[in-house]
């Protein structure tokens, strides 16, 4: 992350939202050091500062150095959405970066959120999409679940899916949560985490 100094905050965040090409509330800063100096002569403030264009290039030039690495030709475009960013990787074999049920795209999903989070310092929500291979997913995941959902509404008897990385989870909770007489709780653990449908007659 780059550092700005300014005579004091409003400056150095000046400085920085013109460096960028951003207004000043779209950066996340930290201020590195403050002196007031001698009857406020002197005084400056240097701060470290990102936007949500500095997470979108770092993702996009980790992701293209990786591909580099491995000499396999790929197409990486990164967007942002309500803070959550969105990974879409087009390659010359992408059923070897998706991997069997999704594991390798899972896991490559993984690395790339913990190395952004490090970088910045904070929690970051990412989503690598291969091709459209997890909108595919989620739309099949879905349906299997509201036809479980409604067997649940004719027998009363709870059922549990089987295990499915968070994303999906999340997917399938969001599309069955209009559904009348179910609701839906995570229970497990690690890579066991699965989602159970519960007969809701309350819910109506």
Request: overall charge negative; aromatic content about 8%; charged content about 25%.
């Given at each position: ?106 896991a490559i999903n993984t690395v ?9 310092k904070r929690r970051i929500g ?18 299997l679940a509201r036809r479980v ?56």
């Amino acid at each position: 992350m780059n550092t700005y100094t300014g005579k004091n905050l409003d400056d150095a965040l000046k400085a920085a939202a013109l460096d960028k090409g951003v207004e000043t509330d779209q950066l996340t800063y930290t201020v590195i050091e403050e002196t007031s100096g001698f009857l406020g002569l002197g005084s400056k403030t240097t701060i470290s500062a990102y936007c949500d264009l500095d997470i979108i290039d770092f993702m996009k030039s980790y992701l293209d150095s990786y591909f580099q690495n491995i000499a396999m030709e790929a197409n990486v475009e990164v967007s942002e959405e309500n803070g959550f960013f969105h990974v879409n990787i087009d390659a010359d074999n992408n059923a070897i970066l998706i991997g069997k049920n999704g594991q390798t795209l899972q896991a490559i999903n993984t690395v790339l959120k913990s190395a952004a989070s490090s970088e910045f310092k904070r929690r970051i929500g990412v989503l690598i999409d291969i091709n459209g291979y997890k909108e595919e997913k989620y739309q099949k995941v879905c349906s299997l679940a509201r036809r479980v959902a409604k067997t649940v509404q004719r027998t009363k008897t709870d059922a549990v899916l089987d295990p499915m990385p968070a994303d999906e989870r999340k997917a399938v909770h969001n599309y069955l949560s209009t559904m009348k007489y179910v609701r839906t709780v995570s229970e497990g653990e690690g890579n066991q985490r699965r989602l159970k449908i519960c007969y809701a007659p309350e819910k109506e």
